[in-house]
């Protein structure tokens, strides 16, 4: 579902990161994701990074319109925070 998404979002929306927290390399990824505060509940686990921080995450699986659905929703918070953000700027 995320790569069918995908091509619905520009790239100065969205980029996917994959990460195989279950491969041989799983124990040095869990290790470097914890180090940057990062925990994963449940597989699949979707994080909505901006500015570095989580804004938004999702445990279990989600279907493709739910997926979307919740893109749009984190998004337009997304949109509210950088527009605050831009207000305090301007004084």
Same mark, same amino acid.
């Given at each position: 579902?995320?790569?069918?998404?995908?091509? @619905?979002?520009?790239?100065?929306?969205?980029?996917?990161?994959?990460?195989?927290?279950?491969?041989?390399?799983?124990?040095? !990824?869990?290790?470097?994701?914890?180090?940057?505060?990062?925990?994963?509940? =449940? !597989?699949?686990? !979707? $994080?909505?990074?901006?500015? =570095?921080?989580?804004?938004?995450?999702?445990? =279990?699986?989600?279907? @493709?319109?739910?997926?979307?659905?919740? !893109?749009? =929703?984190?998004?337009?918070?997304?949109?509210? $925070?950088?527009?605050?953000?831009?207000?305090?700027?301007?004084?």
């Amino acid at each position: 579902n995320l790569h069918t998404t995908s091509p @619905k979002y520009s790239s100065n929306q969205l980029s996917i990161l994959k990460y195989d927290v279950e491969g041989s390399n799983h124990q040095n !990824l869990k290790v470097e994701l914890l180090l940057q505060g990062v925990r994963v509940s =449940g !597989l699949p686990t !979707l $994080m909505l990074f901006w500015r =570095g921080q989580v804004v938004a995450t999702h445990s =279990g699986v989600i279907s @493709k319109e739910g997926l979307e659905d919740w !893109l749009d =929703g984190n998004f337009d918070v997304v949109a509210t $925070m950088r527009k605050n953000e831009e207000e305090v700027k301007k004084g």
